[in-house]
């Protein structure tokens, strides 16, 4: 499933590249055998903008065509720098304030 999942990743307009992390749940803070995190990076936002692939849209692309794979449970959320996805702190919602830009995190368990 993993390698279905990169699939989709790859061919996904606006991703400059992404690093997996198999057997990792963000959501748990743990090591499983039927999870994994995907980190993914955008191309910069001028290569982006003439195609209109914002974040949002980015993230909802990924979103839909992960509900497609059969056995996965998969989301993807915006990990900006400035609400705590650290080692330190966990992870924790964002709260208000101004966002950067970061890199994105992709959590999938199957089920």
């Not at 606006?14 to 090591?31: H, K, L, Q, R, Y």
């Amino acid at each position: 499933m993993v390698d279905k999942l990169n699939e989709i990743i790859a061919k996904t307009p606006g991703i400059e590249n992404w690093v997996t992390v198999g057997g990792n749940s963000i959501f748990d803070g743990a090591t499983l055998p039927n999870a994994a995190t995907f980190y993914v990076v955008f191309k910069d936002w001028e290569e982006r903008v003439k195609s209109g692939d914002s974040q949002n849209v980015i993230l909802a692309k990924l979103r839909g065509q992960f509900s497609q794979v059969s056995g996965s449970d998969g989301c993807g959320f915006s990990a900006a720098g400035d609400f705590g996805a650290g080692i330190h702190r966990g992870l924790s919602t964002p709260g208000p304030g101004p966002r950067r830009h970061g890199v994105e995190g992709f959590a999938v368990r199957d089920q």
